[in-house]
């Protein structure tokens, strides 16, 4: 066992572990939650081996949770990239933003120090972090679910996305595969609409600038629920822009879900690939995308840790909220990464 679940101790009743296996079947606290009765009470089985139901520990912060140097480049909060305040995020703001116009609302920049919606890491071996090594480098971009806040590790529901992004580097690190991570929500704190697609369009941005700067780069950008939308959005748009664009990118989805998203979202890109990882335990979230560049895989029948909104700790089958806490899943995800890394079919 490893990741989140690895760090809950103690073995209890099955009894116990029952009780709060029911209660992991909610779905995340942003997503919908007019899931049919039926549905809602989908029972779910308990796993030989029992855990304790503790709360999970989480870090500080989503970036202290990162195992590879950070660098020092703090997070940001992207509403106060608005310099000139003129309640607009676009080029009167500089040229990092010369192709956005995000409108924002009330709550714009509002508490920098305590929330922030995107940051930037430093690569874990700069030196070889370039077009002249012998393998080419990797950035991994980590896109949580709604509600996440990366410096509030306990909104949302997608720590599971860092244990995954753990376990890419160490094994890239392993084969001499030099790498960087960016973290980021799934909307754009304080946009006066559309918080979802301005997010996809802010990360298309600085997508398109480091494939563009770095012609040896490859990107691997992994999505929990809504964060999923944000990786079909975001590849579909680049491929879409330049057919190179599609062999240097690897799309993950973990239950990918456009439930209450700002509009609804009908692009997927059409030659990159992408791991389709997702559940149907409660009915009607995760779906196969069925189509050619997507690999599908049903983790239905995996465990993870009770989801810390629902009081932490505990195994049972896996739902929307866990999905990216299960072992098996994680395993699967960093398994198909470092493989597209390595030139595997």
């Not at 066992?1 to 690895?6: E, F, L, S, T, Y």
């Not at 509600?147 to 720590?159: A, F, H, N, T, V």
């Not at 879900?257 to 149907?280: C, E, I």
Request: proline share 7%.
């Amino acid at each position: 066992m490893n990741g989140r679940a690895g760090r809950i101790a103690a073995t209890v009743a099955i009894i116990a572990v029952a009780a709060v296996a029911a209660a992991a079947l909610g779905l995340a606290f942003t997503d919908r939650t007019d899931a049919p009765e039926d549905v809602i009470a989908h029972l779910t089985a308990t796993p030989d081996s029992v855990t304790a139901a503790t709360a999970t520990p989480v870090a500080a912060t989503w970036i202290q949770a990162l195992r590879a140097p950070h660098g020092d480049v703090k997070p940001l909060l992207l509403s106060c990239l608005d310099v000139n305040r003129d309640r607009r995020l676009n080029a009167a703001d500089g040229t990092f933003a010369a192709s956005l116009d995000v409108p924002l609302g009330d709550g714009a920049c509002a508490d920098p120090a305590s929330h922030a919606d995107w940051w930037t890491g430093a690569p874990d071996d700069p030196a070889a972090y370039t077009c002249g090594s012998p393998r080419p480098p990797v950035l991994l971009v980590a896109v949580g679910s709604a509600g996440s806040d990366l410096l509030q590790p306990r909104e949302g529901e997608s720590l599971g996305l860092l244990d995954i992004t753990n376990g890419v580097q160490a094994r890239l690190r392993g084969e001499g595969v030099a790498s960087a991570v960016i973290l980021s929500t799934a909307a754009l704190f304080g946009a006066a609409d559309l918080p979802q697609t301005n997010m996809e369009r802010w990360l298309t941005l600085r997508l398109r600038e480091r494939l563009a700067e770095m012609p040896c780069l490859r990107a691997v950008i992994l999505g929990h629920s809504h964060g999923g939308v944000t990786v079909t959005s975001v590849t579909a748009a680049l491929e879409a822009e330049s057919a190179a664009n599609a062999p240097r990118m690897l799309g993950v989805l973990i239950d990918r879900s456009d439930a209450l998203y700002d509009r609804h979202p009908t692009g997927l890109p059409q030659r990159t690939k992408l791991v389709n990882v997702f559940q149907t335990n409660e009915g009607w979230h995760g779906v196969p995308l069925d189509i050619p560049n997507a690999a599908d895989h049903d983790e239905s029948a995996a465990f993870a840790p009770v989801a810390p909104s629902d009081g932490g700790g505990g195994m049972a089958r896996v739902g929307h909220k866990t999905l990216d806490d299960a072992s098996d899943a994680q395993q699967r995800i960093v398994d198909a990464v470092v493989a597209w890394v390595s030139g595997a079919p």
